[in-house]
């Protein structure tokens, strides 16, 4: 995989993340009720409504979001790989928790494509990975 793309796989996948995890932190109702910020609303769809909750998990995913963010800027390959096993121990769980867990308020098609956007960050972040583990380390 080229540099190029690890930089814009990783920036892709955290700039989302910072974004919603700030909305979360500074606002946690208005980001339950209307994340992603069109139909279908995701979050609520899951209630009921926890201020602690969701302000915990932006700061969660701030977090995972700019360890991804700094990895691609610097693409390190030290920092890369940090940065996304840290980000597939937050996303891989999500997933797999979607997965099993169906919204009930969401259709059958509005289901899918919500575990399509999840599977395919874990995915994404885990080909980085793998690249970043395979190439070899500087001296």
Not at 46 to 53: A, G, M, T
Not at 91 to 111: G, I, K, M, Y
């Amino acid at each position: 995989m080229s540099r190029n793309w690890r930089r814009w796989i990783l920036i892709g996948l955290g700039v989302p993340n910072i974004v919603s995890g700030c909305w979360a932190v500074f606002n946690p109702a208005h980001w339950y009720e209307n994340f992603p910020g069109w139909a279908p609303r995701l979050v609520s769809a899951l209630p009921p409504f926890n201020e602690h909750l969701a302000s915990d998990t932006g700061a969660g995913l701030l977090a995972t979001g700019l360890l991804v963010l700094i990895a691609g800027l610097y693409l390190r390959r030290d920092t890369t790989i940090l940065a996304t096993v840290g980000y597939l121990a937050f996303s891989l769980p999500h997933a797999v928790f979607h997965l099993a867990h169906p919204a009930e308020s969401l259709s059958t098609a509005q289901d899918a494509w919500n575990l399509t956007g999840l599977w395919l960050v874990v995915l994404l972040a885990g080909t980085v990975l793998i690249s970043e583990v395979r190439r070899p380390a500087r001296p």
